[in-house]
């Protein structure tokens, strides 16, 4: 939906590169199962994250396979068969596009608001089986059973409530980051028993804060030529970052992953380094580094402190895996 949570391939162990495009494909597999052919189009590695996550922490061991695809005609690939967590974030990958369809519909103009008039039908009939429980199918979401409409509304709710937010255009970019941190807190933790709901509410929460910030800030440049709403735009009086700014976003930004540290620490791999080579990757190196970017934040002037902050901190986990 997004695409800034990435890991830092070259820092990846090849079977952790392997692993990861597992999971990837697996959802891939997934989406076409559950929400139609035409719902693999909106895949992306926000989700794949999500999923590894969710496996992680309700304790998944993935069952993996070789197979050949659309995408993939003439060499197999491995990827991770059907489980109850991917089926779950194949549905949600739905519902949140719908979701957000519909939002752009509302405020956006121009090229983008007919690209979303387009898409809806698509999306709609994504969602339609996305919130409908196939009883005869074995590998549904068992434990969430028919909840998906009650996520389905939960998400569609917060969604106005952001939009009806921003038809404010409050000097805040922290106030809108909250609410959809609130919806990927609850889609994340959704349907969990309580001791892992609360460990993924939390990652959640602080993930989608992290990511509406960085996508407001990616967009801030062409929001600003057309017209568009924008919560930097509305703290700056519609000028750009500077240089200090961009800093201090990126101070935020390291913040709010600081914050999801202690949830992503109770996670108990139980013999799943690969698992944790790949999350520990994407949060101490991969999203980081997505953000820099966006912020156009130079590695080469990152003081050398800086730079390997990243990698210790990395180095710290990987050496718990030993």
């Given at each position: 939906?997004?695409?800034?949570i990435?890991?830092?391939?070259?820092?990846?162990?090849?079977?952790?590169?392997?692993y990861?495009?597992a999971?990837y494909?697996?959802?891939?597999?997934?989406?076409?199962?559950?929400?139609?052919?035409?719902?693999?189009?909106?895949?992306?590695?926000?989700?794949?994250?999500?999923?590894l996550v969710?496996?992680?922490?309700?304790?998944?061991?993935?069952?993996?396979?070789?197979?050949?695809?659309?995408?993939?005609?003439?060499?197999k690939?491995?990827?991770?068969?059907r489980n109850?967590q991917l089926?779950?974030?194949?549905?949600?990958?739905?519902?949140?596009?719908?979701?957000?369809?519909?939002?752009?519909i509302?405020?956006?103009?121009?090229?983008k608001?007919?690209?979303?008039?387009l898409?809806l039908?698509?999306?709609s009939?994504?969602?339609?089986?996305?919130?409908?429980?196939?009883?005869?199918?074995?590998?549904?979401?068992?434990?969430v059973?028919?909840g998906?409409e009650?996520?389905d509304?939960?998400?569609?709710?917060k969604?106005k409530?952001?939009?009806?937010?921003?038809?404010?255009?409050l000097?805040?970019?922290?106030?809108y980051?909250e609410?959809?941190?609130?919806?990927?807190?609850?889609?994340?933790s959704?349907g969990?028993?309580d001791?892992?709901?609360?460990?993924?509410y939390?990652?959640?929460?602080?993930?989608?804060?992290?990511?509406?910030?960085?996508?407001?800030a990616?967009?801030?440049?062409?929001?600003m030529?057309?017209?568009?709403?924008?919560p930097?735009?509305?703290?700056?009086?519609?000028?750009?970052?500077?240089?200090?700014?961009?800093?201090q976003?990126?101070d935020?930004?390291?913040?709010e992953?600081?914050g999801a540290?202690?949830?992503?620490?109770?996670?108990?791999?139980?013999g799943?380094?690969?698992?944790?080579?790949?999350?520990?990757?994407?949060?101490?190196?991969?999203m980081?580094?997505?953000?820099?970017r966006v912020?156009?934040i130079?590695?080469?002037?990152?003081?050398?402190?800086?730079?390997?902050?990243?990698?210790?901190?990395?180095?710290?986990?990987?050496?718990?895996?030993?």
């Amino acid at each position: 939906m997004f695409g800034y949570i990435l890991t830092d391939t070259p820092e990846l162990k090849v079977r952790e590169q392997e692993y990861y495009r597992a999971v990837y494909c697996g959802l891939c597999r997934a989406q076409g199962k559950c929400t139609g052919q035409c719902s693999r189009m909106t895949l992306n590695y926000d989700i794949a994250f999500l999923a590894l996550v969710r496996m992680a922490v309700t304790g998944v061991n993935p069952e993996f396979a070789k197979g050949r695809c659309v995408a993939h005609p003439f060499r197999k690939r491995h990827y991770i068969k059907r489980n109850e967590q991917l089926d779950f974030c194949a549905r949600s990958a739905a519902i949140l596009a719908y979701g957000k369809c519909r939002d752009d519909i509302e405020d956006e103009r121009g090229i983008k608001k007919a690209k979303a008039r387009l898409a809806l039908p698509f999306l709609s009939h994504m969602r339609k089986k996305a919130i409908k429980t196939d009883h005869r199918d074995g590998k549904a979401a068992e434990n969430v059973g028919d909840g998906f409409e009650k996520l389905d509304i939960a998400v569609r709710e917060k969604l106005k409530e952001l939009s009806e937010l921003e038809k404010e255009k409050l000097r805040s970019v922290d106030v809108y980051a909250e609410i959809f941190g609130e919806i990927m807190a609850s889609l994340a933790s959704f349907g969990l028993n309580d001791g892992d709901a609360r460990i993924m509410y939390n990652i959640g929460k602080h993930l989608g804060r992290w990511v509406y910030i960085t996508d407001a800030a990616d967009d801030a440049e062409e929001d600003m030529k057309k017209g568009r709403f924008n919560p930097f735009l509305l703290l700056y009086d519609n000028e750009l970052m500077n240089e200090r700014q961009r800093e201090q976003i990126s101070d935020a930004l390291r913040l709010e992953l600081d914050g999801a540290v202690p949830a992503f620490d109770l996670i108990e791999y139980n013999g799943r380094p690969d698992m944790e080579g790949i999350i520990n990757n994407i949060l101490y190196l991969g999203m980081p580094n997505s953000a820099d970017r966006v912020l156009k934040i130079s590695q080469i002037n990152e003081s050398e402190s800086d730079k390997n902050a990243k990698r210790k901190r990395h180095a710290k986990k990987q050496s718990r895996q030993s």
